[in-house]
């Protein structure tokens, strides 16, 4: 059964702390990405990641930056959480070839204080 | 700029059939996608089609893609209470592999 794993479902941070969220997908793909999905917003790209080491900025990058130091982890950071980057953090992956069908993890609840 | 619009909420009475539309504004889309995202989870692929196709059926989902009017629709035959979720219109754009995703349409089916 394929599978991303984010590595918590619920995390409460205090501002300026540094926050890792982590995600590891098991399916060899290419493409990883970072969404954070608010109410009447939808989802909106922070980065996304093409290859080991590669990384591009999305719609929303400000405050966040990433690794992919390995093919199946792609980590998102948050250098110093404030309190407007609580939301639900969503990583998705899939394969370099279409059609691009994106497989989700559960999803991060961060609350940041 | 591309821009994927939905309605955010339908409701229906369970047993009829519902209907989500969605437009989109990027004529070289090459694949449509509708996701399904149940409450305290991630999205899940319900289906796509390709650009070159006009409809698609799975079981009760039937998906219409009308080019000319860059209009996408999912239909769900006999709704039901499990039904209920939030559903994401999605494409992308030719020559790309990010697909940009609609703001979700809340579907609430009543007993």
């Known amino acids: 059964d394929v599978k991303v794993t984010q590595s918590s479902r619920y995390l409460v941070k205090r501002t300026g702390e540094k926050v890792f969220l982590e995600c590891v997908q098991d399916?060899?793909?290419?493409?990883m990405f970072w969404y954070r999905q608010d109410p009447g917003l939808g989802l909106r790209l922070i980065y996304f990641?093409?290859?080991?080491?590669?990384?591009e900025k999305g719609d929303i990058p400000e405050g966040y930056s990433v690794s992919r130091e390995k093919k199946e982890r792609f980590s998102l950071i948050l250098e110093s959480a404030s309190t407007n980057q609580t939301s639900m953090y969503l990583c998705?992956?899939?394969?370099?070839?279409?059609?691009?069908?994106?497989?989700f993890g559960p999803g991060t609840r961060l609350t940041v204080l | 700029g591309e821009d994927v619009e939905q309605s955010l909420f339908l409701s229906v009475r369970e047993g009829d059939s519902s209907v989500i539309n969605c437009t989109y504004t990027?004529?070289?889309?090459?694949?449509l996608y509708w996701y399904k995202q149940e409450p305290g989870a991630g999205l899940q692929l319900l289906t796509y089609?390709?650009?070159?196709?006009d409809m698609k059926q799975d079981q009760r989902l039937t998906v219409l893609l009308n080019k000319k009017d860059k209009h996408l629709s999912l239909r769900i035959a006999d709704t039901q209470t499990g039904d209920s979720a939030i559903y994401f219109c999605?494409?992308?754009?030719?020559?790309?592999?990010?697909?940009?995703f609609g703001r979700g349409t809340s579907l609430i089916v009543h007993p």
């Open positions: 999605a494409e992308t754009p030719g020559g790309s592999y990010i697909p940009t």
């Open positions: 990027d004529s070289s889309s090459t694949y």
């Open positions: 990641s093409y290859d080991v080491k590669m990384k």
């Open positions: 998705a992956s899939h394969s370099a070839g279409g059609p691009y069908e994106q497989f």
């Open positions: 089609i390709f650009s070159n196709m």
């Open positions: 399916m060899d793909h290419e493409n």
